[in-house]
Every structure is written in structure tokens, then in C-alpha cells.
């Protein structure tokens, strides 16, 4: 049975095993040591909801389980 | 300092490169893990009483990057006890640059190890103090900050999302507020390489619990409007038939199973008769909410 070899130039496959060790989500250095962030730390404050889970059961998802529910059961 | 921040910084990511060259060549890369033992040594000399020590931290958050890229995580351990315990730093002192580096991947760890609490407050640090020019490194904070909020029953807002590039938690976010157990598992199944990669697969799957207080506590308000007298008794062939419609199929044993679960989570405040075949809720609260604190373990 002849065996292919890939041609000289072809890039070396990726070890799988190297692949599982990169870090995805490396933080990027930054240029200075510091800065102002008065303002953006508030604003990041102000992204989070925790009164969320409320009453209401007027959306969409809502209505329909409420008509899946008054259906009557088959059996 | 200066000088010592680019000596460092170099040693690093030259190792890296070698890595890379040794690993492609067929040989056993080492180059890092030599990088990380040298600069091991480095904080060493650094954590003295000198005016050197503001440097400290700078070499701890290179040497995370070096044992995030390796995988041996663990190794942070020790360096996170010098920096944490040892009288001679001052937190305060350090750049921000770094405070903020070193709770980032601080918080990561903390999210490995399900310290959704200490997670919380290290991300939240790292989110507060970065510089919001650096968009990459606050979505990263982002990717590991969200999960956690969601595990503490914080929502983040769409436009967040959105504006972060951030997607893949669309559907989760929107599951928990609906109470669409299918939702959930659909968005759990299309970004799993995703989530995996990242290592926050679990922290989304264990969300589904909440999911289903959301959807009780639906079912519960949708009968109480119809029958106010009768809304604390639920009863599990309702909740057999919301599940089923939901694409999800499962008998009234499993349907208990996850009724003692949530009571037992204290997401849930009742009992049910398994005779009867219903779940009576508490007249108070019958669904605590998360607010900011992990469900039971």
C-alpha cells in the first residue's frame, strides 16, 4: 500500500495536545500602569438586573403555556 | 522597574515561541516551564521589604499567564499566598494594571473552583478598575463574569451582551427569565465547544435547576389567576404536561425528583405528597429568590 507524505512545505499538523493547553482568554498587557476610571467603573455597575424575576406573565413564552395548560388532557 | 518589566515580559513570551518551534519539530516543549521556575525566582527576590516589592505583582500575573498557558494552574497557588498573606505587600500599592490582571485570573480560578461569591467580587473588581479601551480584555472579564451572575440570580442586560460580543449567553439569560428549560438546553448544545473550551460548561448546565423555579413559579401565578383559592397546590400532571410541551419527556418519578431538588435547594418552599400526587407550596415566598447569593449546595 503506498503512503502518502505531505509535501515539505505543508504547515506540521496541530499537536492536539498543545492545542488544549492555549489559553483562549489571555489578557492583553496594557500600555500604562495607570488610568482614570472614575466613569467607566460606574457604568459597569449599572449592566446587572436583579429585580428580574418578577410577576408578570404577560410575555409570549407566557401565554402559550398558559393555553398548553387549559387544554384538556387527552386521556 | 521598567527594565525588569520588559526582561520579564520577553523572557515569557520568547519561551512561548520556543514552545511553539519545539512542539512543530517533534520535541518535548519545556522552554515555558523553565521560564515559569526562573520567574518563580524573580518574585522571590522581589517580595522583600525593598522599594522593589510594587514589582511583585507584575511577575505574578506573567507567571499566571505562563501557568494558564501550560494548564499546571495549580502552581498559582503558592504565588497567590505570598502576595495575599505576606505583611511586606500593601494591595493598594500596586499599579492598577496589575490589580486589575491579578483579579482577572484570580476570579477565572475562583469560577474552577465554583466560589461563585469570591468570583464574583474579584471579576467585578477587574471589570470596575480596566480600562474600558481595552475592549478584549473586558469582554474576557465578561465571559467569566456572566456565568457567575447567572449562578448568583443576577441578570446582565441584553445590550451588555451585545455590545461585548457576547452571544452565545443570549439564550441562556433569556431561558432563566422565561423559564424555558428547552431554551436553556438548546443554547447549552449549540455553543458547547464554546463553553467547554472555556470551562464554564457546568457552571451554565447547573443553571437549569433555576430555570425550573422559574417555570414552576409561572405554572403557579398563571393558576392563581384562573383560581386563587386552589394556586398553592400544584399538581405534578401539570407540570408533566408544561414539560412535555417543552419537548422535554419525563414521568411523574422524575418530575418529584426535581420537586425535592428545588425544596431541598430551598428554591422551593413546600412539600409534596407523593400519594396525591401534587406539590403544595407555602403561602409565603413559596419561590426565594437568588439575589445575589449561590443556590444550596
Known amino acids: ?75 | 522597574m521598567d527594565a525588569l518589566y520588559t526582561v520579564v515580559y520577553e523572557l515569557r513570551t520568547i519561551a512561548e515561541m520556543a514552545d511553539k518551534e519545539m512542539s512543530m519539530s517533534g520535541r518535548v516543549p519545556d522552554r515555558l516551564k523553565g521560564a515559569g521556575s526562573f520567574l518563580m525566582k524573580v518574585f522571590g527576590t522581589l517580595a522583600g521589604k525593598g522599594s522593589k516589592r510594587v514589582g511583585a505583582l507584575y511577575v505574578t500575573c506573567q507567571l499566571f499567564k505562563v501557568y494558564f498557558k501550560l494548564g499546571t494552574v495549580h502552581l498559582c497557588r503558592s504565588v497567590i499566598r505570598s502576595i495575599e498573606t505576606a505583611r511586606v505587600f500593601d494591595f493598594e500599592e500596586f499599579p492598577t494594571r496589575d490589580k486589575v490582571t491579578y483579579n482577572y485570573y484570580t476570579g477565572r480560578l475562583e469560577v474552577f473552583n465554583d466560589n461563585f461569591l469570591a468570583a464574583d467580587q474579584k471579576l467585578m473588581y477587574a471589570l470596575v478598575h480596566c480600562a474600558t479601551s481595552k475592549v478584549n480584555n473586558v469582554r474576557m472579564i465578561l465571559k467569566y463574569l456572566v456565568p457567575v451572575k447567572l449562578s448568583l440570580g443576577i441578570l446582565p442586560k441584553e445590550a451588555l451582551l451585545e455590545k461585548y460580543n457576547l452571544r452565545e449567553y443570549l439564550d441562556v439569560v433569556r431561558a432563566l427569565r422565561r423559564g424555558d428549560v428547552r431554551l436553556l438546553r438548546h443554547a447549552l448544545e449549540a455553543y458547547e465547544d464554546e463553553f467547554l473550551r472555556s470551562g464554564v460548561y457546568l457552571v451554565l448546565e447547573k443553571l437549569e435547576l433555576q430555570v425550573y423555579q422559574r417555570l414552576m413559579k409561572k405554572i403557579y401565578i398563571i393558576q392563581k389567576q384562573r383560581d386563587p383559592s386552589k394556586a398553592h397546590q400544584v399538581k405534578m400532571d401539570v407540570v408533566v404536561k408544561a414539560l412535555k410541551w417543552l419537548e422535554i419527556d419525563m414521568d411523574i418519578d422524575e418530575v418529584e425528583c426535581i420537586m425535592a431538588i428545588l425544596i431541598h435547594k430551598n428554591l422551593m418552599k413546600g412539600y409534596f405528597s407523593h400519594k396525591s400526587k401534587v406539590v403544595v407550596l407555602s403561602k409565603q415566598e413559596p419561590f426565594p429568590r437568588l439575589g445575589g447569593r449561590p443556590v444550596n449546595s
Open chain 1, 1 to 75: 500500500m503506498a503512503t502518502t507524505t505531505p509535501p515539505a512545505d505543508a504547515p506540521p499538523a496541530e499537536d492536539p495536545k498543545l492545542d488544549l493547553f492555549e489559553d483562549d482568554d489571555e489578557f492583553e498587557e496594557f500600555e500604562n500602569e495607570e488610568w482614570d476610571d472614575e466613569e467607566e467603573g460606574k457604568d459597569a455597575l449599572q449592566q446587572w438586573e436583579d429585580d428580574w424575576d418578577d410577576d408578570d406573565v404577560n410575555d409570549d413564552f407566557s401565554q402559550q403555556l398558559r393555553k398548553e395548560l387549559e387544554k384538556r388532557s387527552d386521556n
